[in-house]
């Protein structure tokens, strides 16, 4: 009854879990503080997005109407937004690295929230898919101003700047 459902849910569960392991391994990889303790918070939303959708694909296994509630998704959640632009100065090479990937996997995410949304025939999961397209496109904004940022910074303590 909800094959489709089910098999767009495990591919949202199986991306979260992998931002979440990618932000984990982000965390560990930055010297400064302040940029280890933002990855780690968006691992754990990351990891809230995934218990979530796995009580969705549990409620849709036992054929049961999928309670959807709030999304976790908090006001006060820390979000790329307090990416500060003094933090970046200095950012090398790895750090400018993972935020460009971290840009392209919340890309991929809104992408695929977008398109999951538009083949849904839940209405409750529809407006989830909707939500979290615009949590992703809103982190991906915000990763782009700290990547674009930091990336011109480094290419000017490199002496050259893109062409």
Request: aromatic fraction near 10%; glycine fraction near 4%; proline fraction near 3%.
């Amino acid at each position: 009854m909800y094959s489709k459902e089910l098999a767009i849910l495990k591919t949202a569960i199986t991306n979260e879990h992998e931002g979440r392991q990618f932000y984990l391994l982000a965390a560990e990889k930055m010297r400064d503080e302040d940029l280890r303790n933002i990855f780690l918070a968006l691992a754990e939303e990351e990891s809230k997005h995934e218990k979530w959708l796995k009580g969705l694909y549990r409620d849709l296994m036992q054929k049961q109407t999928p309670q959807t509630g709030e999304l976790p998704l908090s006001e006060d959640a820390v979000s790329p937004g307090v990416f500060q632009k003094e933090k970046l100065k200095d950012a090398g090479s790895l750090e400018v690295s993972i935020l460009h990937l971290a840009v392209m996997m919340e890309m991929a995410s809104a992408d695929y929230y977008r398109t999951a949304a538009a083949h849904t025939e839940i209405p409750a999961i529809r407006e989830l898919y909707q939500k979290l397209t615009d949590w992703e496109t809103e982190h991906q904004r915000k990763l782009e101003e700290a990547y674009d940022f930091a990336k011109e910074e480094w290419w000017d303590r490199q002496g050259f700047s893109p062409a």
